[in-house]
């Protein structure tokens, strides 16, 4: 697997939260948590990209307009 790197300065108060995430979760470093974070906010814009495509939500438009034209007879 190819590795890519990148080096962040974070804002104390985060690096503090994140400590005591790490600590908490018995996570190993700071980085670990980092990826982690990182990796979850990923997935959860994603998710919300895909709630976006306009090819997925057209089903729902076309229900929208059957129902429509249904009350509208």
């Not at 980085?31 to 990182?38: D, K, S, T």
């Amino acid at each position: 697997m190819a590795r890519n790197q990148i080096e962040i300065d974070l804002p104390d108060e985060l690096a503090n939260s994140l400590a005591r995430v790490v600590e908490a979760l018995g996570i190993t470093t700071l980085g670990e948590a980092a990826i982690i974070a990182i990796a979850d906010w990923t997935s959860r814009r994603a998710a919300e990209l895909d709630n976006l495509d306009p090819n997925r939500r057209y089903f729902v438009n076309e229900a929208l307009d059957e129902l429509i034209d249904k009350k509208d007879r």
